[in-house]
């Protein structure tokens, strides 16, 4: 990724990282979470919550992103390893081609920050686990493909953590959306009217009203990410998610609102 997205040294991503949570408790007990991915100045705070939710003992993190169609093909990063400030993170060839037949997954070829933004973050809470990288498409079968990370995992013996990747509402001239107008009541409909409707579905466990408010509100980038990390946390047994924080890139100008804006939201299941 072209640089300001995070750090490019250890130093800079464990200090970027510890002051995320100064005076913040960490409970790393979930098996699957969802964060933001955008630049780290805007989502950074919130998205190492959702990393940081996941218990540390497991094998493989799952990182789930998105930017695709409803229509695409599950798409696979097809190399042995990732390489991070922290190194080289080597990838779980025999889970990814377990599910690679079952999912009929493509090789991801292309540039995409949903997965990348996060891999600092996952490599730094989790720097003896394998990574899956998997993008899922915006549609009810990402789910039952997250159900089926988790089956195949139990097969193969992995302890899997699985971390959904998505923005929420992208608003404003810069997004070609902006049916509030302008200002703080702009602001205010995102934060309160169309944020909170998806993050509520998120919640309640319900993967249909999930898909339609981002079908119908334009209220997640990557909705199927989110749904893969519901079908692996339902398929596992996990309660409904919890919202762990919830922001907005407006948040980091004090002076006046943006006339374009993102919201992102960190939860644990």
């Not at 705070?45 to 497991?58: E, I, M, N, Q, T």
Request: include cysteine; aromatic fraction near 10%; proline fraction near 4%.
């Amino acid at each position: 990724m072209p640089a300001g997205w995070f750090p490019r040294d250890i130093d800079g991503v464990s200090g970027e990282i510890s002051r995320y949570f100064t005076g913040y408790g960490v409970s790393a007990q979930s098996r699957a979470a969802v964060s933001p991915h955008a630049g780290w100045f805007y989502s950074g705070r919130v998205a190492a919550k959702g990393v940081a939710s996941l218990a540390r003992d497991c094998d493989t993190v799952a990182v789930l992103g998105g930017h695709l169609s409803e229509n695409s093909p599950f798409l696979f990063a097809m190399e042995d390893a990732v390489r991070t400030p922290y190194g080289s993170m080597p990838i779980d060839t025999e889970l990814r081609a377990a599910l690679i037949k079952k999912l009929d997954g493509k090789d991801d070829r292309f540039r995409d920050n949903t997965v990348e933004a996060l891999l600092p973050m996952v490599h730094h809470f989790f720097p003896k686990a394998m990574l899956l990288w998997i993008r899922f498409p915006a549609c009810m079968s990402s789910f039952e493909a997250g159900k089926l990370i988790s089956q195949t995992a139990a097969k193969l013996g992995r302890k899997v953590n699985v971390l959904g990747s998505t923005d929420l509402t992208h608003y404003g001239a810069n997004y070609g959306f902006s049916p509030r107008g302008r200002g703080i009541a702009a602001l205010r409909w995102v934060r309160d009217v169309n944020d909170a409707a998806f993050i509520k579905a998120v919640e309640a466990g319900d993967k249909d009203e999930v898909l339609l408010r981002a079908q119908k509100d334009s209220s997640s980038c990557s909705v199927g990410a989110v749904l893969g990390a519901m079908g692996f946390a339902q398929e596992e047994g996990l309660k409904n998610a919890r919202l762990l924080e919830y922001a907005t890139s407006a948040d980091s100008d004090l002076t006046e609102i943006p006339d374009s804006f993102v919201g992102y939201a960190a939860f644990a299941f």
